[in-house]
Antibody, heavy 120, light 111 residues
Framework: QVQLQESGPGLVKPSETLSLTCTVS??????????WNWIRQPPGKELEWIGY???????NYNPSLKSRVTMSVDTSSNQFSLKLNSVTAADTAFYYC????????????WGQGTLVTVSS | QSALTQPASVSGSPGQSITISCTGT?????????VSWYQHHPGKAPKLMIY???NRPSGVSNRFSGSKSGNTASLTISGLQTEDESVYYC???????????FGGGTKLTVL
């Protein structure tokens, strides 16, 4: 059974870069069967899809965040990562990594999430 | 305001059935068969309960069922159990600029 676990700093200063990693166990990121996603939820607000990366490195980002987002995949470590630059308080949220195995944005495995707070 | 509209809360007694609605538009639920439902206990990983409107992943109880009519999808939980108490989110593929949208979540209380 695949498991996903987010890791990274819980506090980021405004204007700096948020960096998170998702470690996959029980499965491989180096598989053509899956899309590896990041999703966030600001406290008290709705879930927002950030984007996905495929094992080839191909990406698809939410247009509203595209100018600030970079995703990468490290098949040797079985991890994928998110970088979000120029953060503001509006980027404070629970960040989740999730797997889409069908390609239609249905997420069959999720991490438990990590809270990232943007504050000086 | 969420892209998909869900009631903020629903409640039921053990053994009863409840239905959670998820209302979208002709850009998402109304035209695509890619509606999913998730169960989320705070602090834990969200769990996929229904995909493609009415399909259950392996291991999900058959007490959970999904359907769709027009722009509204529904999640029905029959034979309510205390462990069903959670927050439920719907999502749908969409033709908008972002390919997937979510509902605001419904807190289910099992009285």
């Amino acid at each position: 059974q695949v498991q996903l676990q987010e890791s990274g700093p819980g506090l980021v200063k405004p204007s700096e870069t948020l960096s998170l990693t998702c470690t996959v166990s029980g499965g491989s990121v180096n598989s053509g069967s899956y899309f590896w996603n990041w999703i966030r939820q600001p406290p008290g607000k709705e879930l927002e899809w950030i984007g996905y990366i495929y094992y080839t490195g191909s990406t698809n980002y939410n247009p509203s965040l595209k100018s600030r987002v970079t995703m990468s995949v490290d098949t040797s470590s079985n991890q994928f990562s998110l970088k979000l630059n120029s953060v503001t308080a509006a980027d404070t949220a629970f960040y989740y990594c999730a797997r889409d195995s069908a390609g239609w944005y249905s997420f069959d495995s999720w991490g438990q999430g990590t809270l990232v707070t943007v504050s000086s | 305001q969420s892209a998909l509209t869900q009631p903020a809360s629903v409640s039921g007694s053990p053994g009863q059935s409840i239905t959670i609605s998820c209302t979208g538009t002709s850009s998402d639920i109304g035209v695509y068969h890619y509606v999913s439902w998730y169960q989320h206990h705070p602090g834990k990983a969200p769990k996929l309960m229904i995909y493609d409107v009415s399909n259950r992943p392996s291991g999900v109880s058959n007490r959970f069922s999904g359907s769709k009519s027009g722009n509204t999808a529904s999640l029905t939980i029959s034979g309510l159990q205390t462990e069903d108490e959670s927050v439920y989110y719907c999502s749908s593929y969409t033709s908008r600029s972002t390919p997937v949208v979510f509902g605001g979540g419904t807190k289910l209380t099992v009285l």
